[in-house]
């Protein structure tokens, strides 16, 4: 065997029977196998505990593989067979030294090197994930270094249930992976139009001047689910939808919306801006926060049944489906500025944006002019059908002076021909290049749950109930109220 491992690859995905293996961790793969930018000698092994063969394994993966980026019949059925001829399936038990043993036995029968890269990715619930890790560096399957060859872990979320697991979390892992061998995943920084956030404002000069409470009235950021929990509750009824949506996605949008402009583009400069600007919101106050749970459908709507009547949610449950809260962020630029964030499911739309207000411009000489116009905003459209819209007042055209309020409309469809890669294509990718700007530090993790922590613990203790709300609707009418003590409306 040679001893290089500069240009070999094996990456073993744990959990390979699971939906987000099926779902997003194959078919990124493949996509990225496609465009050749996966090494040529690459292992892929899938670990879960059901029964597998190599052949049935393949087939329950094929389901999801696309052709998008090798259109031709042809070539994309050869790409097919070449990428599923990598991939091999082992089956065992998570904590068990012996089954990775297994596991490494089956990698060594086909990775042509003795020193291979490996990539590590632990697609499984937190129940299980301290088991997996132990037993990877028990199995010695990790070297301990980030140099050639390197080996990589990447992590999902929930990273933890509040501040003290979290840490608890981050200190285990870190006897068997060096913190920067750890890539946690957070998709949304993966998406398109969240990693155009950065470039937006640091790259066009006339949003720099304006980005502060001087020009900016409030932030908003919504995400609405159109589904219930369809069966799905094991997990979520344990982490609600603070822990599942705002703490990690949102409060993400948040701080690369608010942080200052990093000294550079390296991950370092970022993350460290992003953990500032964290360390710089307030812990949510109990006063600040709505909480929402969906009951069944109204008469005359689809019928859809409410949170716990859903077969895998207990009858009792107070987990929340719905959040609205009001963030405060003490530092010069922010100071006074409200920042709303709402998440739930079982709403009207599916939808997730980021919209900055603007303030009303003062001594307007257009006041006493016909015609409806609001203050400017800035809209960011995460999904469906990515978007960034400045919203403008415009003259209508005609020989009357009406003034009208109209978008600069960047849809990502019609503006660009290149094809939108999925969020995982690009964080996978980044995971085997080694750059870590799109994941998250420990540092980030502990300051994302300070904001989070003391308010989550107050609800928990104390049994509050969440506010009903009918599935399909906009949420509970409380968060509009929420919207109003800070002088402002949901847009
Ligand atoms: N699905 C998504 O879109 C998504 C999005 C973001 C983050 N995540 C995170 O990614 C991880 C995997 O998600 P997933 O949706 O793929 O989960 P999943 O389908 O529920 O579980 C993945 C695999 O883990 C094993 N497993 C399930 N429950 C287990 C248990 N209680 N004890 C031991 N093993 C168990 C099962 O494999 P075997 O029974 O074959 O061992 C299952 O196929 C989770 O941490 C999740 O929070 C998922």
């Known amino acids: 065997m040679l001893e290089s491992g500069s240009n070999t690859l094996t990456i073993v995905v744990v959990g390979a029977s699971g939906d987000l293996a099926r779902r997003k961790i194959f078919p990124a793969l493949f996509a990225l196998y496609c465009q050749g930018l996966l090494p040529v000698e690459l292992t892929i092994m899938g670990f879960a505990r059901s029964a597998m063969t190599d052949e049935s394994f393949r087939e329950s993966i094929t389901e999801h593989l696309t052709c998008r980026y090798t259109p031709e019949e042809r070539s994309c059925a050869e790409k097919m067979d070449a990428f599923l001829a990598c991939c091999h399936y082992v089956s065992g038990q998570y904590g068990s030294t012996d089954a990775f043993l297994d596991l490494f036995m089956r990698m060594q029968e086909h990775e042509p090197h003795s020193r291979t890269n490996r990539l590590f990715y632990l697609a499984i619930p937190p129940s299980v994930f301290m088991d997996?890790?132990?037993?990877?560096?028990?199995?010695?399957?990790?070297?301990?270094?980030?140099?050639?060859?390197?080996?990589?872990?990447?992590?999902e979320k929930p990273f933890g249930h509040d501040r003290s697991s979290s840490d608890q979390l981050v200190e285990e892992l870190s006897h068997v992976f060096a913190e920067r061998q750890i890539f946690r995943i957070d998709h949304y920084l993966g998406k398109e139009v969240i990693q155009n956030l950065m470039v937006l404002r640091f790259a066009n000069r006339i949003f720099e001047p304006l980005w502060s409470r001087e020009h900016i009235q409030s932030v908003q950021i919504s995400w609405a689910e159109p589904i219930g929990i369809e069966g799905r509750g094991g997990y979520f009824d344990q982490y609600g939808i603070v822990r599942d949506v705002m703490?990690?996605?949102?409060?993400?949008?948040?701080?690369l919306v608010a942080m200052e402009p990093p000294a550079s583009t390296s991950s370092a400069?970022?993350?460290?801006?992003?953990?500032?600007?964290?360390?710089?919101?307030?812990?949510?106050?109990?006063?600040?926060?709505?909480?929402?749970?969906?009951?069944?459908?109204?008469?005359g709507a689809p019928p859809a049944p409410g949170y716990t009547e859903d077969e895998s949610v207990p009858d009792d449950s107070l987990a929340s489906t719905y959040a609205a809260v009001l963030l405060h962020i003490n530092n010069p630029r922010w100071e006074g500025v409200p920042f709303l964030l709402r998440a739930g499911k079982g709403l009207d739309r599916k939808s997730t944006e980021i919209r900055i207000l603007f303030r009303e411009t003062e001594a307007n000489v257009f006041s006493g002019v016909s015609g409806h116009a609001e203050p400017n905003e800035l809209i960011i459209r995460v999904q469906p059908n990515e978007a960034i819209m400045f919203r403008i007042t415009s003259k209508v055209p005609g020989l009357e002076m009406d003034l009208e309020t109209r978008d600069l409309d960047l849809e990502y469809k019609t503006a660009f021909s290149e094809l939108i890669p999925d969020a995982y294509e690009d964080l996978i990718l980044d995971v085997i290049q080694g750059e870590r700007s799109l994941f998250i530090s420990s540092g980030e993790l502990a300051a994302a749950w300070d904001v989070f922590t003391p308010v989550l613990d107050t609800v928990d203790s104390n049994h509050i109930r969440p506010l009903p709300y009918p599935f399909g609707s906009t949420g509970p009418?409380?968060?509009?109220?929420l919207a109003i003590r800070a002088d402002t409306v949901w847009r």
């Open 247 to 255: 703490q990690n996605h949102l409060l993400q949008m948040v701080s």
């Open 269 to 299: 400069a970022i993350r460290q801006e992003k953990v500032r600007l964290l360390e710089t919101v307030a812990a949510v106050g109990i006063e600040d926060l709505v909480l929402g749970q969906y009951t069944a459908a109204p008469a």
């Open 477 to 481: 009418s409380a968060a509009m109220d």
């Open 132 to 155: 997996v890790a132990r037993a990877l560096g028990d199995a010695g399957f990790v070297y301990c270094d980030d140099s050639s060859p390197w080996s990589r872990v990447v992590v």
